[in-house]
């Protein structure tokens, strides 16, 4: 069974700064996806960046890039330059090989503060 | 483009009462999902259709039933509606093939609705 663990408190990040959400992942199937989702106040679920475990590079997408480390399966998101609009929780998700489902987890809570 | 689409976006209803939710994505997607969000969780998977035709159970399936009407519509059905499906419900969608990628493997979500039974 996938299993995907957020346990970060919530965040308060000074705008301009960089900043690194946590996630571990448990699995045993070597082919797997790796996720973040942003979900804002206004409730909408916002893809940002993927990683898959066969990806040799880190994800990068913009401001948003993926610290993958396999061995230690870990898959924390680093925003860089925060913005005011970058408060949101945060969801790390996986899918592995074969299964259609997305395990999520509980999220991480970041303010940004100017 | 729309992407997903999903009524009503609220919803209250009595306890024993029964609804529909309704998700449409224009994307030309596989497959489709219904999650529910609590507080302090993440989403939980209800039930998904990997493909049109086809329809099985996610973590939380109990008191639900979904259709695949069609490529494009997934509906969710609370029969009996109880307090504890108070919830947030997000439909989504994704192309899915394997072996598992990025450009079809994502997942895109609709605006959700949120349910609360009296």
């Known amino acids: 069974a996938q299993k995907i663990t957020q346990t970060q408190p919530g965040m308060f990040v000074q705008e301009k700064e960089a900043v690194t959400l946590d996630c571990t992942y448990d699995?045993?199937?070597?082919?797997?996806?790796l996720f973040w989702y942003k979900q804002p106040s206004s409730g909408e679920m916002i893809f940002l960046i993927y990683?898959?475990?066969?990806?040799?590079q880190n994800a990068t997408e913009g401001r948003y890039s993926l610290n993958f480390q396999k061995a230690r399966k870990s898959a924390n998101l680093v925003i860089s330059a925060s913005q005011l609009g970058d408060s949101a929780m945060y969801f790390c998700?996986?899918?592995?090989?074969?299964?259609?489902?997305?395990?999520f987890g509980k999220g991480n809570q970041v303010v940004v503060i100017p | 483009n729309a992407g997903v689409t999903q009524t009503p976006k609220f919803q209250v209803l009595k306890t024993g009462q029964s609804m529909t939710l309704q998700c449409a994505q224009d994307?030309?997607?596989?497959?489709m999902y219904w999650y529910r969000q609590d507080p302090g969780m993440g989403l939980r998977l209800i039930y998904y259709?990997?493909?049109?035709?086809?329809?099985d159970k996610g973590e939380v399936p109990n008191g639900y039933n979904v259709s695949r009407l069609n490529k494009r519509e997934f509906s969710l059905r609370l029969e009996s509606a109880a307090p504890s499906q108070t919830s947030v419900y997000f439909c989504?969608?994704?192309?899915?093939?394997?072996?598992?990628?990025?450009?079809?493997?994502?997942?895109?979500f609709g605006p959700g609705t949120r349910l609360t039974v009296l």
């Open positions: 990683q898959g475990s066969y990806d040799q």
């Open positions: 989504a969608s994704s192309e899915l093939a394997q072996p598992i990628q990025k450009s079809t493997d994502t997942q895109y």
């Open positions: 259709s990997a493909s049109e035709g086809t329809t």
């Open positions: 699995t045993s199937d070597p082919s797997y996806g």
């Open positions: 998700a996986m899918t592995t090989y074969g299964n259609n489902r997305l395990a």
């Open positions: 994307m030309n997607h596989n497959s």
